[in-house]
């Protein structure tokens, strides 16, 4: 599968885009540790989709585990807290 995103801001919000490359979850690269991000765009209240994700995830793999479930203004909120909290002082 092949697709194309827009610009990523993986080093920081404030940081100018880079390239990125996405390669497919079992394609691991050397051999080490393997993350993965879903992100979800939907219409409802996203504490309201949470069981649907894990229920659907823990269908894929039951041993994956599912950790730091947030919604995209939680993440944008920390990206912009420690630059600020850094420039205070």
Do not use: H, W
Not at 38 to 59: D, F, H, Y
Not at 66 to 79: H, K
């Amino acid at each position: 599968m092949v697709g194309v995103v827009g610009d990523v801001k993986n080093a920081g919000i404030d940081k100018p885009t880079g390239t990125e490359i996405f390669l497919p979850y079992l394609q691991s690269v050397g051999g080490g540790l393997r993350t993965a991000s879903i992100i979800i765009k939907g219409t409802q209240n996203p504490s309201r989709l949470m069981p649907a994700v894990r229920s659907e995830i823990n269908a894929v793999d039951p041993s994956l585990p599912i950790a730091s479930i947030r919604t995209m203004d939680e993440v944008l909120q920390s990206a912009r807290s420690r630059p600020r909290f850094l420039r205070c002082c």
